[in-house]
């Protein structure tokens, strides 16, 4: 059974600060990482794809990834209020190419 | 892009009746196309994989003469709940994944499903 955790938050941060988000996976040979954004009453939104251990950066987001600690996490720099959303890790991998959903991590960010 | 779409938003019927839900890939062939459901608060369900051409696969637990799935082509498929019940309102939620190698889903807006 592939799991996927998060932890649900919720997380609050200021205004400008890094907001970071991590997510943990138990299948070893899963390839592929996502994170998703929702927002409250609306569908996950694709923010960021990682498949190499690493920082992967876009715009203000940053995923990183550790396969050796099966980790990965999403850093959200200069947080606006706008960034205020439920972030979905999804993991990847094994031949029935499916993604494993994490439960969320409610982020707020305060004005 | 990837663009899905889902129609309707949001529907609401009568305890008994059956309603299709449909999801479409509208800037790309997607071969492959889940459905979710989401109750407040909580996370998503996978309910079912669409395979275009295929018979879909259920996960455990989801029935499937109650959710019917067809996947006619590359880029449509529909999920039909038949004879709903107050419990089956939901959040119903479709992704698409392109028909050409990498994992990535496109989800659709969803559908609001409210049964009285």
């Known amino acids: 059974q592939k799991e996927v955790e998060q932890n649900s938050g919720p997380l609050s941060v200021p205004e400008g600060a890094i907001a970071s988000l991590n997510c943990t996976y138990s299948?070893?040979?899963?390839?592929?990482f996502f994170w998703y954004r929702q927002y409250s009453g609306k569908s996950p939104e694709l923010i960021m794809s990682?498949?190499?251990?690493g920082d992967k950066e876009d715009g203000r987001f940053t995923a990183q990834l550790n396969k050796a600690s099966q980790y990965v996490s999403l850093l959200i720099r200069d947080s606006q209020p706008s960034d205020s959303a439920t972030y979905l890790c999804?993991?990847?991998?094994?031949?029935?190419?499916?993604?494993?959903f994490g439960s969320g991590t409610q982020l707020t960010v305060l004005p | 892009g990837a663009v899905v779409s889902q129609h309707p938003s949001r529907v609401i019927c009568k305890s008994g009746t059956s309603v299709k839900i449909e999801c479409r890939s509208l800037d790309f062939q997607a071969t492959t196309m889940f459905w979710y459901r989401q109750f407040p608060k909580k996370s998503l369900m996978l309910m079912a994989t669409s395979n275009e051409g295929s018979k879909a696969t259920y996960e455990q637990g989801v029935e499937k003469d109650k959710f019917l799935i067809n996947h006619a082509s590359l880029t449509l498929s529909t999920l039909t709940v038949t004879s709903a019940h107050p419990e089956d309102s939901s959040f119903y939620i479709c992704?698409?994944?392109?028909?050409?190698?990498?994992?990535?889903?496109?989800f659709g807006p969803g559908t609001r499903l409210l049964v009285l």
């Open positions: 992704s698409a994944r392109r028909s050409e190698g990498l994992e990535t889903q496109y």
């Open positions: 299948d070893r040979v899963s390839q592929s």
């Open positions: 990682i498949y190499s251990n």
């Open positions: 999804a993991v990847g991998g094994g031949s029935a190419r499916q993604l494993t």
